[in-house]
Structures are given as C-alpha cells and as structure tokens.
C-alpha cells in the first residue's frame, strides 16, 4: 500500500511558469524525498528534508515540510521542457524502505 | 563513479516461466532494496538487504518471489511460475553508509503474456 497522495495527479503548464505539486502522508516520519521519473526510467533523487526541517532550497527548487499537517509541497520555478516527468514523493520512516505517492505527471509545454 | 545498473532491461516471460532480474548496486553501498512499479502508480516495496543479510521481505507478494545477495553485491530477484499480475517495472536501489539517499536503477520491465 501507498503512503502518500500526490496532487494534482496531473499537471501542464507553459515553460516559464512555476510548478506546485503536494504530497500528503499518514504516518510519522525521518524524512521525506522528492523523485523524478522521466518516463522509461529510473528515479532519479532531486531532494530530501528531514522531519525537523521546514524548507529546503536546491537550484530551481523549492520544498517544504508541515509535520503537524502530514504534508509536503514541491515547487519548481521557472519551469523547462526537460522538467517534464513523473515526481514522486517518499516518505521514510521506520524502517530503511521508502513508501512512495502515487506521482505527479508534470508537462511543461514549449 | 557507476551508478546502479539492472539486467535485463526488459524482459518478456510467458506465464508460468520463471524469470532472474539481477541489481548491480553502487561499489562500496552496504543496503540495496527492491522495489516494484505497476504502470502509473508509484514504486513498491518488496524486500531489503544490509550486505548480504536480507532484513526485510515483507513486500514480497507472494513465495513465489525469491531474492538474494549472497556476496553482499550483485542481488537476484527471481520470480518463479510468473503470473500476469507480475508484470511490472522491477526497481533496485542502493544506500551509502549514514545517508538516507538511495539510488535507483534504470529498472526491468516484466511483461508476462
């Protein structure tokens, strides 16, 4: 079973313009990751924040972590063509295993 | 430096074959894990492995799926009498010692007609 809910489900924007994907979760967590998938391939890790962090910056993007919510948000600024992919995020908890949403299919349109 | 590498990269088995997926992971990486994606959904936990030791299996669906990483390198998941609803995405992932990233594989893609 999934932990996460990822909305929108689905997302198309114009190159230029910022992206919000969010991610809820249910249970507690150590941290929670955010994933590109572009399609055909592997994940690829973009960025991680701990349970005791609020925000993470990292080039273009932007997350942010609400423990009292359960919830996360990814934005990415300034979007590009390449930027379009699936985005996953994880959450790790207990154990070492990721429990990953069901994805964001980001299209950003030349 | 190399990153994680899965062979096949696809993979086509008729029902009731079984089938080897092998993971290459990271030099040097004590955790790998296996993970699997049906289309559309997001990756699945099936099992985890500290070197050689498997600490985790609970993901595995069913007994007919089988992993090991004898030498705590290479991993095989082996799945036998594969059944249609095997068909999916095999991801494997490796951990560094005290980092909570993992690193992905391409993945195998399992189509069982």
């Known amino acids: 079973s999934q932990q996460g809910e990822e909305d929108p489900q689905a997302l198309s924007i114009q190159e230029g313009e910022n992206a919000t994907m969010n991610c809820s979760y249910k249970?507690?967590?150590?941290?929670l990751q955010w994933y590109r998938q572009n399609s055909g391939r592997g994940l690829v890790h973009l960025i991680l924040?701990?349970?005791?962090?609020r925000e993470k910056h990292s080039g273009r993007l932007r997350v942010t972590l609400d423990t009292s919510k359960k919830s996360s948000s990814l934005l990415i600024t300034a979007s590009r063509a390449a930027d379009t992919a699936s985005y996953f995020c994880?959450?790790?908890?207990?154990?070492?295993?990721?429990?990953f949403g069901g994805g964001t299919r980001l299209m950003v349109k030349p | 430096g190399a990153g994680v590498s899965q062979s096949p990269r696809y993979k086509v088995a008729k029902r009731g074959q079984d089938v080897a997926l092998r993971c290459d992971p990271i030099?040097?990486?004590?955790?790998l894990f296996w993970y699997q994606q049906a289309l559309g959904q997001g990756p699945e936990f099936l099992t985890y492995?500290?070197?050689?030791?498997?600490?985790?299996k609970s993901g595995l669906p069913s007994d007919r799926f089988f992993a090991e990483r004898p030498e705590g390198s290479v991993s095989t998941l082996k799945i036998q009498r594969t059944q249609q609803e095997d068909s999916a995405v095999y991801l494997c992932?490796?951990?560094?010692?005290?980092?909570?990233?993992?690193?992905f594989g391409p993945g195998t893609r399992l189509t069982v007609l």
């Open positions: 924040i701990r349970s005791n962090e």
């Open positions: 492995f500290q070197n050689e030791a498997q600490l985790d």
């Open positions: 249970t507690s967590i150590n941290n």
């Open positions: 030099s040097g990486h004590v955790s």
């Open positions: 992932a490796s951990e560094g010692v005290s980092t909570d990233t993992q690193y």
């Open positions: 994880a959450t790790n908890n207990a154990g070492n295993m990721l429990t």
